[in-house]
């Protein structure tokens, strides 16, 4: 089945440091990724669909400078969470599609980022 | 806008039944069921799309019925690996975009 690669696993950094966060499709091509945000026993929020070769869209609340979002190839994508600070600290989910139509979502293992 | 999920929560026993409902105020294409463990990402269970599908694997099945604008997940006999955080997501276009997904149902089966 389709596998979609999230690394790392989880992170801990300091105030005011920047995390990378990165998403690969190992198995299948995405023209479109989708990075999503959950607090606890809370639903999966969209933040931004990655684009390949362009900008990423952003949901509404959402800061494009704060959460920067390169999709440098059709297999990776990568967050960046710049500046970070405690309330930052959440399960970041990305998840891709391959490029067929009535393709499921596939999820990757999630970050946990914990801003000290 | 976002999907409503019924019930929240629900408690189980092993070997009982439930049913999760999904509806939407907007015209669907799709429906999407995932179930989610603590701690792990989402993991994909099936897709249904318009036209009344139903379908299902070993005892979980599902049904769509787009002129109500919903989806129900049928878990029958119920094995404790069931339990975990269902959540529908549903698409309005057949675009390949992005998925809505509603508040999640908590599912807990007992021995």
């Known amino acids: 089945g389709a596998v979609v690669s999230q690394h790392p696993s989880w992170v801990i950094c300091k105030s005011g440091t920047s995390v990378k966060i990165e998403c690969r499709s190992l198995d299948f091509q995405a023209t479109t990724m989708f990075w999503y945000r959950q607090f606890p026993k809370q639903s999966l929020m969209l933040m931004a669909t990655?684009?390949?070769?362009?900008?990423?869209?952003?949901e509404q609340g959402v800061e494009k400078d704060k959460f920067l979002i390169n999709h440098a190839s059709l297999t990776l994508s990568t967050l960046t969470v710049t500046s970070a600070h405690p309330e930052d600290s959440s399960f970041y989910i990305c998840?891709?599609?391959?490029?067929?139509?009535?393709?499921?979502?596939?999820f990757g293992n999630g970050t946990r980022l914990t801003v000290t | 806008q976002q999907p409503v999920q019924s019930p929240q929560a629900v408690i189980l026993r092993e070997g009982e039944d439930a049913v999760i409902n999904c509806s939407s105020s907007k015209a669907l294409y799709s429906v999407h069921w995932y179930r989610q463990k603590h701690g792990e990402a989402p993991v994909f269970l099936m897709i249904l799309l318009k036209g009344g599908e139903q379908k299902g694997h070993d005892k979980i099945s599902a049904s769509f019925n787009e002129k109500k604008q919903q989806s129900s997940l049928y878990l029958t006999a119920s094995q404790l690996s069931y339990s975990g955080t269902y959540f529908c997501g549903t698409e309005q276009s057949n675009a390949g975009n992005m998925l809505t997904f509603g508040g999640g149902t908590r599912l807990m089966v007992k021995p």
């Open positions: 998840s891709a599609r391959a490029d067929v139509y009535n393709s499921p979502l596939h």
């Open positions: 990655s684009n390949e070769g362009s900008k990423a869209t952003y």
